[in-house]
């Protein structure tokens, strides 16, 4: 499975065994944030305004934060 944003990497096998059904990969795997919207307004139930406060305040994002080493 090609990844749209990591490309492709050689996978020796799955880390997992089914006895009854085959191991198979359908699709890659999310980006960092990808569903958050969805996951807040559609599983947690929260309110645009609520999902606003999450960002704002930091609390969650669409991408990473990448800590930073001391500043010289």
């Given at each position: 499975m090609r990844h749209?944003?990591?490309g492709?990497?050689?996978q020796p096998g799955f880390a997992w065994r089914?006895?009854?059904t085959p191991a198979e990969i359908r699709m890659a795997a999310p980006l960092f944030g990808e569903h958050n919207i969805e996951i807040f307004r559609d599983?947690?139930?929260l309110?645009?305004?609520e999902m606003?406060?999450?960002y704002d305040t930091g609390a969650t994002g669409d991408g990473p934060l990448y800590a930073t080493?001391?500043?010289l």
């Open positions: 749209p944003v990591a492709t990497f050689q089914f006895e009854a599983l947690v139930r309110s645009s305004d606003d406060a999450l080493g001391p500043q």
